[in-house]
């Protein structure tokens, strides 16, 4: 059971091969006859037998041909036989190279693959390549050299393109995967392996579309926590044009949206071929930035100049030498050496020079990456240059780009430079945009770590009421909140909005505007208009009562003569903000396809489309999300103190984006949503102005599932008492768990630790801390047990700390209806009911999931386990696949 579920697809032990007769190639197909030779030249180890779909025999005879994967290339009409003649040799994984396959016949191809057991890559693919196990099941290209990054490409032939680049630029792979449209492994599954598949130490994707985003973002969250992955999306466009109800709707589609969930995954975006090239230069040579401080190590002013400057336009830092290692380098160079910025060695440098630099970037805590530039002098020595560089980046810790500029005098030291694995650019830019890249890895893992929960820590809002209204919305056949009801809404999830009071009549209007006192705004009240300023529907300032009276006349029939079919309601008064200091800002909710719901935040006010200030982001958000939301937009700078107005409260702004974020999680109904103008001050933040609309929204099966990313569980938090005294608390495992997740591993005996991981060691790795504690909470639950003790301290008091003393956990199955287990209890607290209340809870996560069935592996001396097992229906039975284990599977 702990083996991949594709590992008899992308490691099959033997393979069957459907390419038409291979001793008559005239008959087969051009696919037929190209898998056929790449099959027979990669060497693989295991039997490979080809057969023909005509193949006769009764099911023990066709037994003797048993394959771990059937590769099949045959005309597409000859598919489904070959994949049913398959399953009767009880393959357990197919591929289908074709092109041209429609949805209907891809659909018979997919059920014929479920009814066997099945797992289908294809069909409309190329195949898949894995040097280190010499299989090339593709007809893409010759096998390519083994490496430690994946490609995972939807374009065949920008496949075949990176395999050749590769073969002549010394890259290798692990794992090269061809994708097509209706294949049934997809791009979520593929990305599930390689996460998991040890020779993959970093993978970079062309992708062309997503089928479903929660699956994608899942997948893809999964491989970026453990490994750097790169992103290439095709088909990149302008924000949607055709919503017109709010500000909001104009994300729709948008290009940034997409960003926003690949930031949100900790994977990195480029945005070009060239780019995806530089960053798989940078990610095979296994470059693990820090920060985003390059320096730069030049033997010419110009060179460094350029990169300098790429530097700055990618929001980059120059990095500099701190003074005392620039003091000590000084005197290694050349007397024309210049360390103030860039690190000009001058035109006299030499290996000896290049090594002391680069030795100085290395020791400096204020350098993340080194870029070595040489541009040929005459009685220069480029290959010496590049071999010291090759000499150095051995015990190098930090990234080591160069950028050898000219072409021939320079191509034998760069052929020095990509043997020893160092990224080579020939121009400065390329090699600083490669940098940026990879830097973007460690920004966005900050943003993979946060699993915020889908209310925050702020006063509880009105849940009922906000479902009360919008129920009763729709119940009118409405989609389109009034300003009122918008308001109300707001209100609800305590934002705070300016008082606003609907007048039906110029009486009225007055009335209420001496009541909220002068100056008052008049907005016209209509379920028809989206932008009350189009139609002259927004007055502000207006003092005095005839003032109230002129407008609400004057505005009406504009209104009427402008848009005579609008419903109006009336006209809402609200009395002015006020804020003499404030600046207009936007947040907005808008329904993306197909991430769902996202938030944007950004300059307001009248001018919001001239100006084009926004970001986006995917909830649900949490405060350190806030802010890096706000920092986003240009307009984040005239938010501290601008032209005499002090800074305003920016954690008001922090705060609205949070219970804005509880709105998307609470309120699936919600579709787009403008707060236009939020006027924000050194006194806080004021909603003046909003536009909601909504939809009924089909009945979820789980709750939260609207979202492209799941909150975090917090409704799982329950404590529960100990029976020898005391109480813990039982929740969902977060990334902060990772320093006591270790220390429990510590304090385990090595028979617990033998009995769970079926091995003594004492300890995690990185890799598997970091997957252990922050999981997809769509895909898989940890609980964690967290028993806080008291112990005192120096001073004569007591210091309260947190520790784990047991873990249940799921991950559910490929079939999606059932998943396995695991549980492991501190040996200081067995016996006081803590494992059955794990295992209880971990079942009542998986049955809430809507998985059916649960199941896992014990070893038969585990007795305690077995007993705890059959203490809770368990069916236990003898494991047929290794006699050492018992399998316990129950019924959710």
Same mark, same amino acid.
């Given at each position: 059971?702990?083996?991949?579920?594709?590992?008899?697809?992308?490691?099959?032990?033997?393979?069957?091969?459907?390419?038409?007769?291979?001793?008559?190639?005239?008959?087969?197909?051009?696919?037929?006859?190209?898998?056929?030779?790449?099959?027979?030249?990669?060497?693989? !180890?295991?039997?490979?037998?080809?057969?023909?779909?005509?193949?006769?025999?009764?099911?023990?005879?066709?037994?003797?041909?048993?394959?771990?994967?059937?590769?099949?290339?045959?005309?597409?009409?000859?598919?489904?036989?070959?994949?049913?003649?398959?399953?009767?040799?009880?393959?357990?994984?197919?591929?289908?190279?074709?092109?041209?396959?429609?949805?209907?016949?891809?659909? =018979?191809?997919?059920?014929?693959?479920?009814?066997?057991?099945?797992?289908?890559?294809?069909?409309?693919?190329?195949?898949?390549?894995?040097?280190?196990?010499?299989?090339?099941? +593709?007809?893409?290209?010759?096998?390519?050299?083994?490496?430690?990054? &994946?490609?995972?490409?939807?374009?065949?032939?920008?496949?075949?393109?990176?395999?050749?680049?590769?073969?002549?630029?010394?890259?290798?792979?692990?794992?090269?995967?061809?994708?097509?449209?209706?294949? !049934?492994?997809?791009?979520?599954?593929?990305?599930?392996?390689?996460?998991?598949?040890?020779?993959?130490?970093?993978?970079?994707?062309?992708?062309?579309?997503?089928?479903? &985003?929660?699956?994608?973002?899942?997948?893809?969250?999964?491989?970026?926590?453990?490994?750097?992955?790169?992103?290439?999306?095709?088909?990149?466009?302008?924000?949607?044009?055709?919503?017109?109800?709010?500000?909001?709707?104009?994300?729709?589609?948008?290009?940034?949206?997409?960003?926003?969930?690949?930031?949100?995954?900790?994977?990195?975006?480029?945005?070009?071929?060239?780019?995806?090239?530089?960053?798989?230069?940078?990610?095979?040579?296994?470059?693990?930035?820090?920060?985003?401080?390059?320096?730069?190590?030049?033997?010419?002013?110009?060179?460094?100049?350029?990169?300098?400057?790429?530097?700055?336009?990618?929001?980059?830092?120059?990095?500099?030498?701190?003074?005392?290692?620039?003091? #000590?380098?000084?005197?290694?160079?050349?007397?024309?050496?210049?360390?103030?910025?860039?690190?000009?060695?001058?035109?006299?440098?030499?290996?000896?020079?290049?090594?002391?630099?680069? &030795?100085?970037?290395?020791?400096?805590?204020?350098?993340?990456?080194?870029?070595?530039?040489?541009?040929?002098?005459?009685?220069?020595?480029?290959?010496?240059?590049?071999?010291?560089?090759?000499?150095?980046?051995?015990?190098?810790?930090?990234?080591?780009?160069?950028?050898?500029?000219?072409?021939?005098?320079?191509?034998?030291?760069?052929?020095?430079?990509?043997?020893?694995?160092?990224?080579?650019?020939?121009?400065?830019?390329?090699?600083?945009?490669?940098?940026?890249?990879?830097?973007?890895?460690?920004?966005?893992?900050?943003?993979?770590?946060?699993?915020?929960?889908?209310?925050?820590?702020?006063?509880?809002?009105?849940?009922?009421?906000?479902?009360?209204?919008?129920?009763?919305?729709?119940?009118?056949?409405?989609?389109?909140?009034?300003?009122? =009801?918008?308001?109300?809404?707001?209100?609800?999830?305590?934002?705070?909005?300016?008082?606003?009071?609907?007048?039906?009549?110029?009486?009225?209007? *007055?009335?209420?505007?001496?009541?909220?006192?002068?100056?008052?705004?008049?907005? *016209?009240?209509?379920?028809?208009? #989206?932008?009350?300023?189009?139609?002259?529907?927004?007055?502000?300032?207006?003092?005095?009562?005839?003032?109230?009276?002129?407008?609400?006349?004057?505005?009406?029939?504009?209104?009427?003569?402008?848009?005579?079919?609008?419903?109006?309601?009336?006209?809402?008064?609200?009395?002015?903000?006020?804020?003499?200091?404030?600046?207009?800002?936007?947040?907005?909710? &808008?329904?993306?396809?197909?991430?769902?719901?996202?938030?944007?935040?950004?300059?307001?006010?009248?001018?919001?489309?001239?100006?084009?200030?926004?970001?986006?982001?995917?909830?649900?958000?949490?405060?350190?999300?806030?802010?890096?939301?706000?920092?986003?937009?240009?307009?984040?700078?005239?938010?501290?103190?601008?032209?005499?107005?002090?800074?305003?409260?920016?954690?008001?702004?922090?705060?609205?984006?949070?219970?804005?974020?509880?709105?998307?999680?609470?309120?699936?109904?919600?579709?787009?949503?403008?707060?236009?103008?939020? *006027?924000?001050?050194?006194?806080?933040?004021?909603?003046?102005?909003?536009?909601?609309?909504? +939809?009924?929204?089909?009945?979820?099966?789980?709750?939260?599932?609207?979202?492209?990313?799941?909150?975090?569980?917090?409704?799982?938090?329950?404590?529960?008492?100990?029976?020898?005294?005391?109480?813990?608390?039982?929740?969902?495992?977060?990334?902060?768990?990772?320093?006591?997740?270790?220390?429990?591993?510590?304090?385990?005996?090595?028979?617990?630790?033998?009995?769970?991981?079926? +091995?003594?060691?004492?300890?995690?790795?990185?890799?598997?801390?970091?997957?252990?504690?922050?999981?997809?909470?769509?895909?898989?639950?940890?609980?964690?047990?967290?028993?806080?003790?008291?112990?005192?301290?120096?001073?004569?008091?007591?210091?309260?700390?947190?520790?784990?003393?047991?873990?249940?956990?799921?991950?559910?199955?490929?079939?999606?209806?059932?998943?396995?287990?695991?549980?492991?209890?501190?040996?200081?607290?067995?016996?006081?009911?803590?494992?059955?209340?794990?295992?209880?809870?971990?079942?009542?996560?998986?049955?809430?999931?809507?998985?059916?069935?649960? =199941?896992?592996?014990?070893?038969?001396?585990?007795?305690?386990?077995?007993?705890?097992?059959?203490?809770?229906?368990? !069916?236990?039975?003898?494991?047929?696949?290794?006699?050492?284990?018992?399998?316990?599977?129950?019924?959710?």
């Amino acid at each position: 059971m702990d083996k991949h579920y594709l590992t008899a697809l992308f490691a099959p032990a033997s393979i069957v091969v459907f390419a038409g007769k291979p001793d008559a190639p005239d008959e087969q197909s051009a696919y037929g006859r190209g898998i056929t030779a790449q099959i027979g030249a990669s060497g693989f !180890a295991g039997p490979v037998t080809f057969l023909d779909i005509d193949v006769r025999g009764s099911l023990g005879e066709l037994a003797q041909s048993h394959a771990d994967l059937a590769i099949i290339a045959l005309p597409d009409a000859e598919l489904a036989r070959a994949l049913e003649v398959a399953g009767r040799l009880q393959c357990k994984a197919a591929l289908i190279i074709s092109s041209g396959v429609g949805a209907a016949q891809a659909g =018979e191809l997919h059920a014929i693959a479920r009814a066997h057991g099945i797992q289908l890559l294809g069909p409309n693919c190329l195949g898949y390549q894995r040097p280190r196990l010499n299989i090339n099941a +593709s007809v893409a290209g010759a096998l390519a050299q083994p490496g430690s990054l &994946a490609l995972v490409s939807q374009s065949g032939a920008l496949t075949a393109s990176i395999l050749d680049w590769a073969n002549q630029n010394a890259v290798g792979f692990s794992s090269v995967v061809s994708l097509g449209p209706n294949t !049934a492994v997809g791009l979520a599954q593929t990305l599930d392996f390689l996460a998991s598949d040890p020779a993959t130490h970093s993978i970079v994707i062309y992708m062309e579309g997503i089928v479903d &985003a929660r699956a994608f973002l899942s997948a893809l969250r999964a491989a970026a926590n453990t490994k750097p992955v790169v992103v290439l999306k095709a088909g990149r466009k302008a924000a949607g044009s055709q919503a017109a109800l709010t500000h909001s709707g104009a994300i729709v589609g948008s290009d940034e949206v997409f960003d926003a969930a690949l930031r949100r995954a900790g994977a990195v975006r480029v945005k070009s071929f060239n780019q995806l090239f530089s960053a798989a230069k940078c990610l095979a040579s296994r470059y693990r930035p820090v920060g985003t401080r390059l320096a730069v190590v030049t033997n010419g002013g110009g060179p460094g100049v350029l990169a300098a400057d790429w530097i700055a336009e990618l929001g980059l830092e120059l990095a500099c030498l701190s003074p005392a290692a620039a003091a #000590a380098l000084q005197g290694q160079l050349p007397p024309l050496a210049t360390l103030t910025h860039l690190l000009d060695l001058s035109e006299e440098a030499g290996p000896e020079h290049y090594r002391a630099a680069i &030795a100085a970037c290395a020791g400096d805590s204020a350098v993340d990456g080194i870029l070595a530039i040489y541009s040929p002098k005459l009685g220069g020595d480029p290959g010496a240059v590049a071999q010291a560089l090759a000499d150095f980046n051995a015990s190098l810790s930090k990234p080591l780009l160069s950028c050898w500029m000219g072409d021939a005098k320079v191509a034998a030291a760069r052929q020095i430079i990509t043997g020893a694995g160092i990224a080579s650019f020939r121009t400065p830019e390329a090699a600083v945009d490669a940098f940026s890249n990879i830097a973007s890895f460690y920004q966005n893992q900050q943003m993979l770590q946060q699993t915020p929960p889908p209310l925050s820590d702020l006063a509880k809002p009105d849940l009922d009421g906000a479902r009360m209204l919008i129920d009763s919305v729709l119940a009118e056949r409405r989609n389109v909140l009034t300003e009122m =009801e918008s308001k109300s809404l707001l209100a609800a999830f305590h934002i705070p909005i300016t008082q606003t009071i609907l007048a039906r009549s110029a009486n009225e209007a *007055i009335l209420i505007a001496s009541q909220l006192g002068y100056p008052v705004a008049l907005k *016209i009240d209509s379920p028809d208009i #989206a932008h009350k300023s189009d139609v002259q529907g927004v007055v502000l300032n207006v003092q005095g009562a005839a003032g109230v009276r002129d407008v609400y006349h004057d505005m009406m029939a504009s209104v009427r003569q402008l848009l005579p079919e609008a419903r109006i309601n009336g006209v809402s008064v609200q009395k002015m903000a006020g804020m003499k200091h404030g600046r207009e800002m936007y947040i907005g909710v &808008a329904t993306d396809e197909p991430f769902g719901p996202v938030i944007g935040f950004g300059a307001g006010g009248t001018m919001i489309e001239l100006i084009d200030d926004r970001a986006v982001e995917l909830p649900p958000l949490n405060q350190f999300l806030a802010q890096r939301l706000i920092g986003r937009v240009r307009s984040a700078a005239t938010l501290g103190e601008w032209r005499g107005a002090p800074a305003v409260n920016r954690e008001a702004i922090e705060h609205i984006l949070l219970r804005v974020s509880e709105m998307v999680c609470e309120l699936p109904q919600l579709r787009e949503m403008d707060i236009n103008p939020l *006027i924000v001050d050194a006194s806080g933040a004021l909603a003046v102005d909003a536009r909601i609309l909504v +939809s009924g929204a089909a009945r979820a099966t789980r709750r939260y599932d609207h979202l492209a990313i799941l909150p975090y569980p917090s409704s799982c938090t329950h404590d529960w008492p100990l029976r020898g005294g005391g109480q813990y608390t039982l929740r969902a495992i977060q990334p902060d768990d990772a320093s006591m997740l270790q220390d429990f591993m510590r304090r385990l005996s090595d028979q617990a630790r033998y009995y769970r991981f079926v +091995s003594t060691s004492r300890e995690h790795s990185e890799r598997m801390l970091a997957r252990y504690t922050l999981i997809d909470y769509d895909r898989e639950m940890a609980l964690v047990a967290v028993f806080r003790e008291r112990t005192p301290d120096t001073d004569g008091g007591f210091t309260e700390t947190e520790r784990i003393i047991g873990v249940s956990r799921y991950v559910a199955n490929p079939d999606l209806t059932s998943c396995e287990f695991s549980l492991v209890v501190d040996d200081q607290f067995s016996g006081q009911g803590l494992g059955s209340r794990l295992m209880l809870s971990i079942m009542d996560a998986a049955r809430n999931k809507g998985l059916s069935a649960i =199941e896992g592996l014990v070893l038969s001396k585990n007795s305690g386990m077995l007993k705890l097992m059959n203490s809770l229906g368990f !069916a236990v039975s003898r494991y047929v696949d290794d006699p050492d284990f018992k399998l316990c599977s129950k019924a959710l």
